[in-house]
């Protein structure tokens, strides 16, 4: 552990030496850049697909990279997260409110502002698919809608359990490979997209991404067609594992970032190679336009955002009248403001016995005697009822 | 004998009549209630519209001034040309929407100085030098001389080849992109029905500065005139917020040249994330938002200014991001000396602020810049923020625009519904996309005719129309079945059921023809 820390020490004064240097090739780069990437904002469509507390793992994925691509930039409005359970607040969770990434507890991804779009039940194959397509009802909210344009660049993560073809959902449905490459389709076809980069950590993960047919897409997948993609470690306190092999090291890589880097995706497409992971990752950039090598990481996770100077103003004549000075002290009465009591103790404490109104009896008690006194009728005949009138 | 006969004929018939009722009424039967319910999609008007072709007509009307020809080009006229009208300049100013009036003034007058060659009016007229051509000259001869000036004239006031092509960008791959028309392109927010401006107020040090702006008054006089120009093109909610306590997100460095702290040009990228994370915005609209920041620095980083790539200083102390919005800093150390009482109590001069952030409105909605050739002269917008031609110009490629987007959804949902034959189609997304197919072919026809104000409006409820029905939320194709799943389904319903009738008919059919060999066989 003291040599992990000892490392990052050293990768941070590393990153602290050489953030000054690549300010300034950024500065360089960024007339060309401007037009080469041809983007304007970042979305992240971030989704885990399991549930049930031994997929862990799953949920422990989906929040690491959500980390990630918080910590380079991109905001929580544009970041659409939908966990299919809640691993955090779990009754099985020796460590209540946290999620950690790495054995020993050493990185809690769940962190303290996490803000989850699609929780529980309402990650469905219906849902993720109308959020990609933007078919919402009118009364969904903004932050659970993609409202992208035509110059947003999205990453799309996909984990859970999948097979040749599909990928689990909630253990009741399913989602083909077809459908993904005609939700992308769609999207394309509104413009909802500039570049598309779509990663999925499952089992088999290289089969979904087979189909895909719209341009400007590519994708990262952890296993090929036949292999299974392996969990990390096993964390003994909590009982679980704790992370899967592909992002694992996607977020070790990932840590190393920074929004200025100037790091590609060749650089991505190396990581976790079949030693470490022991399946194959696979990528597929033919439907990408440009080169792999000259984009950039932050394109997709981060969101660095293109600056203009302002050079011309408007002259306008202040014709407002000046606004009345308010003093110090305020002569505005302001009522002194107190608490309102959520609960009347006051009430509770002193409590009389409060005279309940008179109700007429209930249905039921009036059922209950017009039955026993039919049956006390029946049984004894007709003729007792003269007493009673 | 006899009976057992009977009993096999009258089976044959019943198993006949049962295949009969099953071929007859059962497979009408479920073919009409497992198929989806498809209202009727005007598909051939849709196929028509993919092969677009616009054709953009602008009103011109050129009136020659007194002195500007001689008598004789004069006299060559054609009659139905010649309208001598005494008008003045000033009065005439409810000329339509998209029409341009150029008023040819004598190469030699006065009104313009010398080197001007135009003068571009608030109000789509302009005037223009006459360029200089010998009396001998026959009319034609003047009038093709004049061809080319009014042209330019004409292109810097309505629309050019680069401005349509920029507007139809989302159906044509632009080919030749200029640096500043792909810019240009990125900067400028796409059309929508409705835009949401948020002006925020940030304070990072509410215990040095108490700030009063008066917001809404700022909006209401400088702000609102714009939009209401603008009116046509969509709708807009203006707000504003203040927040304490939001820094900046990047530490300034203090440059001991000006005294001052400084931000520089590449460091400007990384102010904008962490200051959106707060900002917050209107839950119940998906319109697109437009922000608008005026940060005051606290005490302690004051004055702070803003430098460009060539380490100059920036005049207006602000910066903008494409389809974003934009942040101005506003430096406050001068209004107060260091005895003063803190809080100190300061009022925003907003006209500077509002200065600045209309410039950048219109950056963003995209008034482009229009970089007129030399000899032009233009005249500035004045109170309402954006001239009468600039907003033509808007309006040009707005409806160029959305007709485009417009006609790309249809036929794209066209297609996507011909391709998939289980979605439903109801009649509510019928009736939609009819509308559509008709204010496009309207606006069409209006832009033909020149009539820029109506082709405007048709091309917005064409678009409305259009994304309404594109994004239905029961367009759902949820219903992929491979072919396995399909008979996964169905061969465990029909099979058994099949089986004894296709049996019993093969039976039939075997026991007909020995009926019919035994016959032969006795006939012979």
């Known amino acids: 552990m003291d040599y992990y820390n000892l490392l990052t020490t050293c990768a941070f004064i590393h990153l602290l030496v050489s953030i000054p240097y690549a300010y300034s090739n950024y500065v360089e780069n960024k007339a060309g850049q401007f037009f ?108 659970k809608r993609l409202l992208s344009d035509d110059r947003s660049n999205i990453l799309i993560y996909l984990t859970g359990h999948g097979g040749n073809g599909f990928l689990k959902f909630q253990d009741s449905e399913e989602i083909s490979n077809m459908e993904l490459a005609d939700a992308f389709e769609q999207m394309w076809q509104k413009r909802r997209y500039n570049e598309l980069l779509f990663i999925i950590d499952t089992c088999q993960g290289a089969s979904m991404y087979e189909r895909f047919y719209s341009p400007n897409l590519m994708a990262l997948a952890s296993s090929q067609v036949g292999e299974d993609s392996l969990s990390h470690q096993p964390d003994l306190a909590i ?31 190396k990581v976790c190679p079949q030693s470490q992971c022991v399946s194959t990752p696979g990528h597929r950039t033919d439907l990408f336009q440009r080169n792999p090598g000259s984009v950039l990481i932050t394109d997709f996770f981060g969101s660095v955002r293109k600056v203009e ?11 407002l009248k000046p606004l009345i000075q308010r003093s110090g002290s305020g002569d505005m009465q302001i009522e002194s403001l107190t608490y309102v009591d959520q609960l009347p103790v006051a009430e509770i404490i002193h409590q009389k016995p409060k005279q309940k109104d008179w109700h007429p009896p209930d249905g039921f008690i009036l059922g209950l005697w017009t039955l026993i006194l039919l049956v006390f009728f029946q049984t004894y005949g007709i003729k007792h009822l003269k007493h009673i009138f | 004998m006899a009976a057992l006969q009977l009993e096999k004929q009258r089976g044959r018939y019943a198993a006949l009549a049962i295949a009969a009722v099953v071929i007859v009424v059962g497979i009408p039967l479920w ?11 005007p598909f051939s008007e849709i196929s028509e519209l993919d092969s677009l072709q616009l054709q953009l007509s602008v009103d011109i009307e050129v009136v020659f001034s007194r002195g500007t020809l001689t008598p004789e080009q004069q006299k060559k006229f054609p009659l139905s040309h010649v309208n001598e009208k005494e008008h003045q300049l000033h009065h005439k100013t409810e000329f339509s929407c998209g029409s341009v009036v150029v008023y040819v003034i004598p190469e030699s007058s006065t009104l313009l100085p010398e080197d001007v060659k135009v003068y571009v009016g608030q109000r789509r007229t302009a005037l223009l030098r006459s360029p200089p051509f010998k009396t001998s000259w026959n009319l034609k001869e003047v009038l093709s001389n004049l061809d080319v000036e009014v042209e330019q004239v004409v292109s810097t006031m309505s629309f050019g080849h680069q401005d349509i092509v920029a507007a139809l960008s989302n159906r044509v791959r632009m080919t030749k992109v200029t640096k500043e028309s792909m810019a240009d392109s990125m900067r400028a ?15 990072p040090d509410p215990k040095s500065h108490s700030l009063h702006w008066d917001i809404e008054g700022a909006v209401q006089s400088y702000i609102q005139p714009l939009l209401n120009k603008l009116a046509p093109i969509a709708n807009f909610s203006v707000d504003s917020q203040i927040l304490y306590y939001a820094v900046l997100g990047v530490n300034p460095r203090f440059d001991n040249s000006v005294s001052a ?135 040009w490629s707005r409806s160029v625009e959305n007709i485009a987007t417009a006609s790309t959804t249809i036929t794209s949902l066209a297609q996507l519904l011909d391709q998939i034959g289980n979605i439903v189609i109801n009649d509510n997304i019928a009736q939609q996309v009819s509308s559509a197919v008709t204010s496009l072919q309207s606006a069409v026809a209006e832009l033909e005719a020149g009539n820029l104000a109506f082709a405007l409006q048709y091309s917005r409820e064409a678009i409305l129309a259009s994304e309404r029905a594109f994004f239905d939320p029961s367009l759902l194709h949820l219903l992929y079945f491979p072919d396995d799943q399909k008979f996964a389904i169905y061969i465990p319903l029909f099979l058994p059921m099949c089986v004894p009738i296709v049996l019993s008919l093969l039976k039939i059919v075997s026991e007909a023809k020995k009926r019919r060999a035994d016959k032969q066989a006795k006939s012979d």
């Open chain 1, 36 to 143: 080469s990437s041809g983007h304007t904002n970042n979305w992240a469509v971030l989704v885990c697909t399991s549930r049930f507390w031994f997929n862990y793992r799953h949920v422990a994925n989906t929040l690491s990279v959500y980390r990630s691509v918080k910590r380079l930039g991109i905001p929580d409005s544009h970041i659409v997260l939908m966990l299919a359970d809640d691993m955090a607040c779990n009754y099985r969770n020796p460590k209540p409110a946290t999620v950690f990434s790495h054995k020993n507890m050493e990185l809690n991804v769940y962190g303290d502002d996490v803000e989850v779009d699609y929780r529980g039940y309402e990650v469905t194959v219906e849902n993720f698919l109308r959020v990609l397509t933007g078919r919402l009802p009118p009364s969904t909210p903004r932050s």
């Open chain 1, 239 to 269: 009982g679980v594992h704790l992370m899967d092999k592909y992002t694992f090291y996607l977020l070790e890589f990932l840590e190393e970032v920074h929004p200025a880097s100037q790091a590609n995706m060749n650089d991505l497409f």
């Open chain 1, 309 to 319: 100077i302002t050079k011309d103003t408007i002259n306008l004549t202040s014709s």
């Open chain 2, 31 to 41: 073919w009409k209630t497992t198929e989806t319910y498809r209202a009727w999609l």
């Open chain 2, 189 to 203: 927010i796409k059309s929508s029905p409705g835009y949401e401006i948020t002006f925020s107020l940030l304070n």
């Open chain 2, 261 to 395: 702290y400084t931000l520089s040009a590449d460091s400007l990228s990384h102010v904008i994330n962490p200051v959106e994370a707060r900002l917050g915005s209107n839950a119940a609209s998906s319109n697109p938002v437009l922000n608008f920041l005026l940060y005051v620095p606290d005490a302690h980083h004051s004055p702070l200014f803003i430098r460009d790539h060539s380490k100059r200083k920036v005049p207006s102390n602000a910066f903008h991001s494409p389809r974003w919005g934009g942040i101005m800093v506003y430096n406050v150390n001068e209004m107060y000396g260091p005895e003063a009482e803190r809080p100190v109590d300061i009022n925003i001069n907003m006209a500077k602020v509002m200065g600045v952030f209309l410039a950048q409105l219109r950056l963003m909605l995209g008034v482009q810049h229009t970089h007129p050739p030399t000899g032009f002269v233009l005249q500035s917008p004045g109170s309402a923020g954006l001239a009468d031609w600039e907003l033509d110009r808007l309006l």
